[in-house]
């Protein structure tokens, strides 16, 4: 089975995980912050805070933007369930805001819309979470214009995006947001087998965040209620969680990171190729859009109206081929634990007709050129049949 994405692991990577494995520290030790800062260099924030997945990050971002019950968080309905899971952890609630046909990324307009109603009624979201779907940043200068005026905090879901760029800057520079987060799952672009980073260019925001990974502890006199009682003390000052990145997985992401340009390079070079090579099918493909450099997480086709009724079938038929395509993704207001919140078919009708016609077939940077050829001869058949 070509599978739909899968990581890239060289024997320095190995050999990193294995002398983090003889050190003094399997977690708490000197790598995790070596990798925080390393990836914030990279992406150009000013703090970082590595956690143990990504779901993890967004559930300590909003927590440290004040996000609580009775507040409203709006994200993508294109996107994985963590995204709005993280506002139900701390009893907020969520509502979407219809994608962008053509980037699959939330649609300003539809954002525009939505919050002029927003606004007539009262209420509004705390928290706005673009998702740059498949590695291409939403257009975040337009979702920035919209919602900083009314107050509203943004959070960027770069879980697809670390190492693609937006305006000039990379994803993660946070320059049209308070925090974005980034995760390291094996299909993503770099990876700890599971974590996450949130980065931010706001220090309370950091400190925050890296207080709430570590069960609401603190060891720093200054947030103390009074002076310490003594070098073996610290208090717990907010209700936080054991987040927590271990040695190994930074060590693993270090080495990781020193390819990130190479990977990303090669998943263009390879989007690239399926442009070319799927150009006459009757396929709708990825579109580029100015001022945005895709990491390519993911590459998407949509098969045409004519076809949507053979998305099982097609599917089906590439998988039985070996082909391990996949679905980006259910639209996260269909599911059913979403529905029994009030969601219904319909509440949004760009997401549900992507849905209808989306396949993710294989791209990862040890995609042969073969192999891709392979996925190509497979889907003309199946269009074809
Ligand atoms: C993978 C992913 C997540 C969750 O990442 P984990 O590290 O697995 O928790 C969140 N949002 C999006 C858009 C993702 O693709």
Redesign the pocket.
Same mark, same amino acid.
């Given at each position: 089975m070509i599978p739909y994405g899968r990581q890239a692991i060289s024997k320095q990577d190995i050999d990193a995980v294995i002398e983090t494995l003889q050190s003094d520290f399997l977690t708490q030790g000197p790598q995790v912050p070596k990798f925080e800062r390393a990836v914030a260099q990279r992406v150009g924030a000013d703090h970082a805070i590595a956690v143990n997945?990504?779901? /993890?990050?967004?559930h300590v971002a909003v927590s440290a933007l004040g996000l609580e019950q009775g507040d409203l968080l709006w994200t993508s309905p294109i996107?994985?369930v963590?995204?709005a899971n993280c506002a139900r952890y701390v009893g907020a609630d969520v509502d979407f805001v219809d994608i962008d046909p053509d980037t699959f990324n939330m649609s300003p307009r539809a954002l525009a819309k939505k919050l002029e109603v927003a606004k007539a009624i009262g209420r509004l979201p705390k928290v706005i979470i673009p998702?740059h779907?498949a590695g291409q940043s939403a257009p975040m200068r337009e979702i920035s214009a919209l919602a900083k005026p009314l107050g509203i905090r943004i959070l960027e879901?770069a879980?697809?995006a670390i190492g693609g760029s937006y305006a000039g800057h990379p994803v993660g520079a946070c320059r049209y947001s308070d925090i974005s987060?980034f /995760?390291?799952?094996p299909?993503?672009i770099i990876t700890t087998a599971?974590?996450?980073m949130a980065v931010t260019n706001n220090s309370d925001l950091a400190d925050k965040m890296a207080m709430l990974r570590s069960h609401g502890i603190t060891r720093d006199p200054g947030l103390m209620t009074h002076e310490p009682e003594g070098p073996w003390y610290y208090q717990q000052i907010d209700l936080g969680w054991n987040y927590r990145l271990t040695e190994l997985q930074a060590a693993l992401g270090l080495s990781q990171l020193g390819r990130l340009e190479e990977f990303v390079e090669r998943r263009n070079a390879l989007a690239n190729r399926y442009d070319k090579l799927l150009a006459k099918l009757p396929l709708s493909l990825p579109g580029r859009q100015a001022q945005t450099y895709s990491s390519f997480?993911l590459y998407i086709v949509r098969l045409k109206d004519s076809d949507a009724n053979r998305r099982g079938e097609i599917f089906q038929m590439l998988r039985e081929a070996g082909i391990g395509v996949n679905l980006h993704y259910i639209p996260v207001h269909l599911q059913p634990y979403y529905r029994a919140l009030g969601f219904e078919h319909g509440d949004f009708p760009v997401a549900e007709n992507y849905y209808g016609r989306a396949i993710s077939i294989p791209l990862y940077p040890d995609l042969s050129d073969e192999d891709q050829q392979r996925v190509v001869q497979v889907l003309s058949s199946a269009l074809a049949a």
């Open positions: 997945s990504a779901t /993890s990050a967004l996107t994985f963590a995204s998702v779907m879901d879980s697809h987060v /995760s390291f799952h299909v993503k599971e974590g996450g997480h």
